[in-house]
């Protein structure tokens, strides 16, 4: 093999599996070390930089990260339960406990830069592209249907999980950057929008129209069926207090659980969701669907709606037929009838989630923005969310359709890149690359600048508010959140994996020390060859290929040193125990690139953060 290029700033991200795996990039150990150590504003900060919505996101995230975490990978490979640590919830903690931060943000700019900027929409998104170039001198107006910020997480994602004022609090940081927010305008026509003279538009608008179902009896009994996201709207706006008794949801993805926990709030004692794929299959979180079953709402899998029952027009019921999954030989999943007799359920009420779609009639088809005729969708890069007309560009559920708020961040942070590099005179497609440091933790022979130690404590649960109170009020949040005790134990579960092991072949003595102290058995001093083959023959076979073998250039016996990053717990005893200093801790710092001088051709790279 050849040897490891660490200067890759993609190496050692990869190997900070939380980081690599958040879409945003946010630099997860370092922000729970700083809880760890009590500076709770120097958490957030450093979230609000990537993140954007640290309060927001530490109640809603989809949590991509903990699926990645190092914690649960190394207890599955010893046996256990893999438990990854709790990262989403000690972001939250960062967020409750953090002082006044206002002082520490940045200001709105001195004088503007003679650019306009228009954002459609006021979700993740926009509110994200707002962040990172009304500082830099842009003049950013914000469009919003609504009249408050925060589109879809404040209007769809239910008070018991976001309270308002979390909303309203961290989309404000972002409009007191001198953001201009026009509230309760829908932007009706892009042609005119772009006739009012913006140099750059951002389209940001989610995925507003929720899929319906046409079945036997839809129209009869309407008024007692409703589309899930315009249901969830309703409810935030006042419009709808009370359900009826018996309630279905269709659906089985996380707007169906909003469903049917705030349908359990409003008087339905007999809720239940019903999905056609398996329940293994349904894209609603794993502690989603949890939350539900846990407030005594059942999850009927493997059933396919055929017909709405209703008596004139009040709906009586629905009937589903019974299915199973069978693969054919490429692995494709279909359903097919099982022959049981159709089901009958009893109901008052349904609540249809079976998903998303963007829809964008305002847009006009002859201004030189591509539709994918497929889809209806814009034709969108992926890397700059630049469309075919230039300085249009798009970002979250309108760009690629539903996902979560953290993918909208993400998308933000790239469009504003892109509209600063525009409006600059430069290539949109050039990125530049992000900044790394790499600096010693070492404070004595045998001393590091963190703690190495690793927890062996289970995951510690989030306290619930008594259920008694909570399904009886749809406002009363139900996470509670760690207190700082709890936060702390928890933070002691992180591997501290940004904190890498570094080899110095030069020093090396290849005495084996290193081999002998690896509780992992991550270290092989062996001859190089091909890489399917090294794997097997090192101490321990690594089978996870997604992650690099770290491999040094030949020491002086010939043989190489490979180390397998997957299952290394970042303890340092490598380094504690090697007599010449070959093994270094030293902690990874990567600074995305964001919108401003950093992002353009020839200036200084940002500094990691």
Not at 194 to 204: I, K, M, S, T
Not at 268 to 283: A, N, P
Not at 318 to 336: H, I, P, Q, S, W
Not at 423 to 432: A, M, N, T, Y
Request: proline share 6%; with cysteine.
């Amino acid at each position: 093999m050849q040897p490891t290029d660490t200067r890759d700033p993609a190496y050692f991200h990869k190997v900070v599996d939380c980081q690599w795996a958040c879409p945003a990039h946010t630099p997860v150990p370092e922000y729970i070390r700083l809880i760890a150590a009590g500076r709770y504003s120097d958490a957030y900060l450093v979230n609000w930089k990537s993140n954007v919505f640290p309060g927001i996101l530490g109640r809603t995230c989809d949590r991509p990260c903990e699926p990645a975490c190092r914690r649960g990978r190394v207890e599955a490979s010893a046996g256990g339960t893999p438990e990854p640590v709790a990262i989403c919830r000690l972001k939250r903690v960062a967020a409750d406990f953090k002082d006044d931060i206002r002082a520490r943000l940045p200001k709105p700019a001195a004088r503007r830069n003679g650019k306009r900027v228009a954002c459609i929409g006021a979700g993740p998104a926009s509110l994200t592209v707002a962040r990172d170039l009304a500082p830099l001198g842009y003049h950013v107006t914000v469009f919003e249907a609504d009249a408050k910020a925060g589109g879809f997480m404040r209007t769809q994602v239910p008070r018991f999980r976001l309270p308002e004022r979390v909303i309203d609090e961290e989309t404000g940081y972002i409009l007191d950057l001198g953001v201009d927010f026009v509230g309760s305008r829908r932007i009706e026509s892009l042609k005119a929008l772009l006739a009012e003279g913006h140099d750059a538009v951002f389209v940001g608008c989610g995925a507003p129209r929720g899929r319906d179902l046409d079945l036997p009896g839809r129209r009869e009994a309407a008024a007692h069926i409703h589309v899930g996201i315009d249901w969830l709207a309703s409810v935030y706006f006042g419009h709808v207090e009370k359900v009826g008794r018996r309630v279905i949801v269709l659906g089985g993805g996380n707007t169906a659980m909003d469903c049917c926990r705030s349908a359990r709030r409003l008087g339905g004692d007999d809720v239940k969701v019903i999905v056609r794929s398996g329940f293994d299959e349904m894209k609603a979180s794993p502690w989603e669907k949890e939350d539900a079953m846990h407030e005594g709402i059942p999850i009927l899998d493997y059933r396919v709606p055929k017909a709405f029952v209703h008596d004139g027009d009040r709906l009586t019921g629905m009937t589903f037929e019974k299915v199973r999954a069978e693969r054919d030989t490429n692995g494709r999943r279909t359903l097919v009838p099982t022959g049981d007799p159709d089901e009958l359920f009893e109901c008052d009420e349904v609540l249809i989630a079976v998903g998303q779609e963007n829809a964008f009639p305002w847009i006009e088809r002859d201004i030189g923005i591509a539709f994918d005729p497929r889809w209806d969708m814009p034709v969108v890069d992926a890397a700059t969310m630049q469309s075919s007309l230039p300085h249009v560009f798009f970002g979250g559920d309108a760009a690629f359709g539903p996902k979560n708020i953290i993918w909208a961040v993400a998308h933000g942070h790239e469009a504003a890149v892109s509209i600063d590099k525009l409006l600059s005179g430069e290539d949109v497609r050039e990125r530049p690359a992000p900044a790394v440091e790499m600096i010693s933790q070492k404070m004595g022979i045998h001393e590091w600048s963190y703690d190495n130690d690793v927890s062996p404590d289970e995951r510690y649960k989030v306290p619930w508010a008594d259920a008694d109170r909570t399904l009886k009020s749809i406002q009363l949040e139900v996470e509670l959140g760690f207190d700082a005790e709890t936060a702390w134990k928890e933070t002691q579960r992180c591997l501290n994996c940004d904190v890498q092991t570094v080899f110095s072949e030069r020093v090396c003595i290849e005495c084996d020390a290193c081999v002998d102290i690896c509780p992992m058995d991550c270290i092989t001093f062996t001859q190089d060859g091909v890489e399917d083959e090294l794997r097997r023959r090192l101490s321990a076979p690594a089978l996870n290929t997604s992650q690099d073998l770290y491999v040094s250039t030949p020491l002086k016996t010939g043989r190489v040193m490979v180390k397998d990053e997957d299952v290394c717990l970042h303890c340092g005893l490598c380094a504690e125990r090697c007599p010449t200093g070959a093994w270094d801790m030293q902690k990874f710092l990567l600074g995305i690139t964001h919108a401003g001088e950093g992002c353009r051709s020839g200036a200084p790279k940002e500094k990691a953060a």
